[in-house]
């Protein structure tokens, strides 16, 4: 098993094990469990520059795909992320794999269509069951799959905020006892940490 809980905004991580990540599960907090329910929030920049700078290093060694589940929050977000840094590393690419078909069914307006512009940009798109929304069975399947291809997991998650990543967070650890599988963990002291410092690299462009 190879695991590691750290931050990244003040020092490269060495390399834990063998594991080359080709393939990275990214998945965290939906945006309205962090207390966020606009995209002008300040919160999500943090969040963002976060999970940026894991994804960097990965990219530089080696990382060609990202496989996300489309939720509003955290999958999101990078997807909005692997957009931009496709500008640097050409080769990346994502995927929206879902538990189901139209999870956004019941999303409002503006979320749908945020959600869809990232449904058409996505390098690849698929249902894990292929049917609509039938019961919880469908995301346990979906956490499965993914997990199961993928070389390795980065979480937004704090072990003090319990929330919905809790599930696949444990079937990961789960996996990962018998398996070559890192998981990535970004909680809520990696992102105060982040705050300060770029807080303090703002008030010293003054």
Same mark, same amino acid.
């Given at each position: 098993?190879?695991?590691?809980?750290?931050y990244?905004?003040i020092?490269r991580?060495d390399k834990?094990?063998d594991?080359?990540?080709k393939?990275?599960?990214?998945t965290?907090?939906?945006?309205?469990?962090?207390?966020?329910f606009n995209?002008?929030h300040?919160? %999500?920049?943090?969040i @963002?520059?976060?999970?940026? &700078?894991?994804?960097?290093? /990965?990219?530089?060694e080696?990382? +060609?795909?990202v496989i996300?589940?489309g939720?509003q929050?955290?999958e999101?977000w990078t997807?909005?992320?692997?957009l931009?840094?496709k500008h640097?590393?050409p080769?990346?690419?994502?995927a929206?794999?879902?538990?189901?078909l139209?999870?956004?069914k019941?999303w409002?307006?503006?979320?749908k269509?945020?959600?869809?512009r990232l449904l058409?940009q996505?390098?690849y798109q698929t249902s894990?069951?292929?049917k609509?929304?039938?019961a919880?069975?469908?995301? %346990?399947?979906?956490? @499965?799959?993914?997990?199961? &291809?993928?070389?390795?997991m /980065?979480?937004?998650?704090d072990? +003090?905020n319990?929330?919905?990543p809790?599930?696949i967070?444990k079937?990961a650890?789960?996996?990962?006892?018998?398996?070559?599988?890192?998981?990535i963990?970004?909680?809520a002291?990696?992102l105060?940490v982040?705050a300060e410092?770029i807080a303090?690299?703002?008030r010293n462009q003054f």
């Open positions: 098993m190879v695991t590691r809980t750290c990244d905004g020092r991580l834990l094990g594991v080359m990540i393939r990275l599960l990214v965290g907090y939906k945006a309205h469990e962090l207390g966020i995209d002008s300040k919160g %999500i920049p943090i @963002k520059a976060a999970i940026e &700078n894991h994804l960097r290093i /990965l990219l530089d080696g990382l +060609e795909w996300l589940g939720g929050g955290i999101t997807a909005e992320l692997i931009e840094l640097e590393y080769h990346v690419k994502f929206i794999i879902t538990p189901f139209e999870q956004e019941n409002n307006e503006q979320k269509e945020k959600y869809e058409m996505a390098d894990v069951t292929k609509p929304y039938e919880p069975w469908q995301f %346990i399947e979906r956490n @499965k799959f993914v997990v199961r &291809n993928t070389d390795g /980065l979480i937004v998650y072990e +003090e319990e929330g919905s809790k599930f967070k079937l650890e789960q996996y990962a006892e018998k398996n070559d599988y890192q998981i963990t970004i909680d002291y990696d105060q982040l410092e303090e690299k703002e």
